[in-house]
């Protein structure tokens, strides 16, 4: 029996997380953590919600007395935290929220680990804080040239994989931290607190750092749902800049089974890298996405090529994120089990299956899914 925290289940990695956790492990009880921010949504949940491993808790990270009394009223052993403000744009426009929710919130729950943990005669032994941390920290990669090959050219990982990639270097878990936007800035402040409350009090911690997600369930305002979503209507794609950025992509449901396996098998103190090798043009997967959504809209593949419209860049945009998962592969033998041409024909018919969880993301209405479920019981 193990009682675990989940932090940000409500959200989009936190939901697949949660569900894999309650599915996989009926002898778990499994804590969903969430502020419901407008980015949670509990209908995410709605297959597990009622499954008796599985309990929602309305509450914010920053709140370090309710989690520390959650922590001991529920015994909890292990903590996976995934809540956090998530989204660069926002980032831009609102730091502060970043600071407080992805710095000052990770503290809390550290402090609250801390607090719990060291008062129990075994202490920290079978305890475990894991913080779920982004390949932004890294900064950003340059398109490179080698020899004169014009980018993306196959290259060899050094786990033996081939892939296309837009440049000879790569993020590995050694490489300096430089963050460039507002949350890339909060995450990595709060992966050096986690790092600090292990060197410092012993507490068991592991951080990962994944590049972009993607699957069904993400917030329609990330690339990927957003344009899917405002192909299906006909309203124009917003492509920042040129739309050369790079950026690594991986299935949501391979991200969450890497996080099984490390919560339950990773090296305490480690850092391990979580990424597909998996390197596109943004303009590409755009365009891969019109010609899939018009092909199951029955409309001409392409038709809806003229939505593409070049918008001002994001401030500090990064250009190049690839990240180097090999450490993972070879040392607890994970992979992505999906090519990105099945994931994104999947997540296409997700989205265009659940237009209904879209709609209501984007009325507004999934807010009241919490009164309704919940507030009455
Ligand atoms: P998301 O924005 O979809 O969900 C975040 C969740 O956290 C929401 O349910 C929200 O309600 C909750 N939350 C926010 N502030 C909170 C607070 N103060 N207290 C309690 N709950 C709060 O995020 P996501 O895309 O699922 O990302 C989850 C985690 O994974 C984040 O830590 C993010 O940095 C990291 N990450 C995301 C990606 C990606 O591509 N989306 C890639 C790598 C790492
Ligand atoms: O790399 C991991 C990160 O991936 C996570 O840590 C973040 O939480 C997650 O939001 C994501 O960050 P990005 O900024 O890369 O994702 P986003 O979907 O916002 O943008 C992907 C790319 O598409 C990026 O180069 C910006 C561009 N873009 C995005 C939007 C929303 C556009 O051109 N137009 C848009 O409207």
Known sequence: MRTIIITGGAGFI??????????????????????????????????????????????????????????????????IHLA?????????????????????GTLSLLQAAKAYWEALPEKYEGKRFYHISTDEVYGALQMTHPEGIEPPFTTKASSGTHHLAY?????????????HSPYSAAKASSDHFVRAFHDTFGIPTIVTNCSNNYGPYQFPEKLIPLFINNIRHRKPLPVYGKGENVRDWLYVEDHARAI????????????????????WKNIDIIKVLINTVDRHLGRPEGADMDLITYVT?????????????????????????????????????????????LDNVTSGDYQKYYDNMYKNR
């Not at 419901?36 to 949504?41: D, E, H, R, S, V």
């Not at 440049?167 to 963050?179: I, N, R």
């Not at 396996?261 to 890298?273: C, D």
């Open 167 to 179: 440049g000879d270097k790569f993020f590995t878990e050694d490489l300096k931290y430089q963050p």
């Open 84 to 104: 956090a403000e998530s989204h660069v744009d926002r980032s831009i426009k609102d730091p502060f929220t970043f600071a407080q929710t992805n710095v000052m």
């Open 14 to 79: 936190g939901s697949h997380v949660v569900r894999l956790f309650v599915n996989k492990y009926p002898d778990y009880k499994i804590i969903n953590l969430d502020k419901l921010t407008y980015a949670g949504n509990l209908a995410n949940l709605k297959d597990i919600e009622h499954k008796p491993n599985y309990k929602f808790v309305k509450m914010d990270i920053c709140d370090f007395r309710g989690v520390l009394k959650l922590m001991k009223d529920e015994s909890v052993d292990g903590i």
């Open 313 to 357: 860049d994001r401030a500090g945009h990064d250009l190049r994120y690839a990240i180097d998962s090999t450490k993972l592969q070879r040392e607890l033998g994970w992979e992505p089990s999906l090519q990105f041409e099945e994931g994104i024909e999947k997540t296409v018919c997700w989205y265009l299956d659940n237009q209904y969880w």
């Open 260 to 279: 099984d396996l490390i919560f339950h098998k990773g090296t305490v103190a480690e850092t391990y890298n979580i990424g597909g090798f998996n390197e």
